[in-house]
């Protein structure tokens, strides 16, 4: 199976990778950097916290004015100098709208912004996490307190990092992205191009993003859907009892293409497939997570009869799921903050391709920074659901932006971001 092929060739911390390490500290001896990077470290600390702060205090919220929210630097468990200088703190995303989707509704996101930093350059990382995923503030800090790069002197030995970071304790997969995004950033600035050359992709082929609509009154879901006048493609969130006027209150002010988000709200089988013949004469493109991703077989018996494509969202976490998938649902929603980052959602996409399912990339409400690293692999899908940036009014990065709808790649190094002036 090709999981297993991907498991069983994925080794690290082999011999190969200690010779490396010596052949790079023996050339590096007569470095002394340690001064100079205290002090740039300083001064972008300085710099972001003025900048985060402002931001702050121009919504009218006062959470990072508090001591409890500046940046933790991870401290060196060996007395060695560390190449690698990992930073991290909470921060808490205002969205613009109360979001209801079958599950609750939210009004503020808890994310972690990472900094990991080499040769003076940063990269930069974030961990976005809603509460149905299980990560806090709490969790993502306790993970990356313990994240210790002592070992590896060079940024450049990603897969030994990344396997290093994800065996240090199981889940947390938001706060491994957290570090999957920055290193992506760090090594694509070291190398000078964005990740999309790196990864040879045309930004040409970018689809365009959805633009989500949740679950409201009539009255309400007007006044999104004219919000959204930009966006070439609208995703309806549904599973709340009121799915038909939901589309019904879309369609009465726009005949753009549509694509549903049940969240797992249908329980019956058989009133899901009268609703997706229902909805694809609605102009419906495709339905996300009709049912309980435990329904196995209702789920695998809808996508066999469904006039329309079904898409894995709660079903598909990470690599390892792809056996719970095949055969169940025509293709995945794949989310950094569910597999751990940039690295698994490149391999996790080849995966699908080659097992010939659908791809769409989504995303939770995140700043620019996780928004647009994803976005750095969108030409490679079928759609893309990357809105998580537009829903929110305190964003602290710019990135990806949105020109007719379409998804346009910054050609900044890296994943692509700055901090907002
Ligand atoms: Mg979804």
Redesign the pocket.
Known sequence: MIWELYQSGNTHGTEKHKLNRRAWERKNANQKQSFYITIRLMKTRRRFLKECGMLAGSAGFSYLATGHHEWTDIKKKSEKRSALTLRFKPYVLHLKHVFT?AEGSRSTTPVMLTELEYDNIVGYGEASMPPYLGESHETATSFLSKVDLTEFKSPFLMEDILAYVDQLVSGNYAAKASVDIALHDLVGKLMKQPWHKIWGLNPDRTPNTSFTIGIDKPEVVRTKVKEAAPYKILKVKLGHGNDKEMIETVRSETNKPICV?I?QGWTDRKMALEMSHWLKEQGVVFI??PMSKTSIDDNAWLTQNSPLPI?A??AFQTISDFKMVMGVYSGI?IKLMKCGGLRSAYTMIKMARALGMKVMI?CMTETSCAVTAAAQLSPLVDWA?LDGNLLIDNDVYEGVTISDGKIILPDRPGIGIRPKD
């Open positions: 989707i988000d969240n996300e997570q898409i969202d709660e929603n989504g659901d």
